[in-house]
């Protein structure tokens, strides 16, 4: 990112993911539109100095890392933060059913075993954060952080997936038309 109307073509297409990813997480609205822009300004001031390989990736962990900070400087209480985590890991939907599972193992495959088996423990075995932690002998805060890659890994995952669905959907859709109408 060299030009101004790249840096452009990334704030908005950014922006809005990034602002509801901090008011997620911090639930103020002014310290999450201070956190984006303090990114952003961020990104256009070191453009030069800085390699980045996956820029969303980049901007996710710089504002958790800015969400962090402020944490910090302002001597909140980070309990909130991990409160707020632990109940979008509670708030996942826990799913039992043998064909779903069937359907995901691929998907768990790729996960790293260690995030694979807390993301089992949690969903198929029903057990807590606090359970899983003291069974594996890790801290809580592993567990999450743990437990929110795994989750985000198949949400993605099945994001791209569901792309693919909806294009072979659309491609058998209209070849069927075709065959119709010759």
């Not at 064909?99 to 089992?120: C, G, H, T, V, W």
């Not at 198949?154 to 072979?168: F, G, K």
Request: net charge negative.
């Amino acid at each position: 990112m060299k030009t101004t109307q790249e840096f452009e073509k990334i704030y908005s297409n950014y922006w809005e993911k990034l602002y509801a990813f901090a008011f997620k997480m911090t639930g103020d609205s002014n310290l999450s539109k201070n956190i984006i822009q303090d990114v952003f300004t961020n990104l256009w001031e070191r453009k030069s100095e800085i390699e980045i390989i996956s820029i969303e990736s980049f901007l996710f962990r710089a504002v958790k890392n800015h969400i962090l900070k402020s944490y910090r400087e302002q001597k909140f209480n980070t309990s909130e933060i991990d409160d707020t985590i632990e109940k979008l890991i509670e708030d996942t939907p826990d799913y039992s059913d043998i064909d779903f599972i069937a359907y995901l193992n691929p998907l768990l495959d790729k996960l790293p075993e260690k995030r694979r088996e807390i993301l089992l423990m949690n969903k198929l075995q029903e057990m807590n954060i606090e359970q899983i932690a003291e069974e594996l002998q890790l801290s809580k805060q592993t567990v999450k952080n743990q437990l929110s890659s795994a989750l985000s890994q198949i949400r993605l995952e099945l994001t791209q997936l569901s792309w693919l669905l909806s294009a072979l959907i659309t491609t058998s859709f209209l070849l069927n038309v075709c065959l119709k109408i010759s």
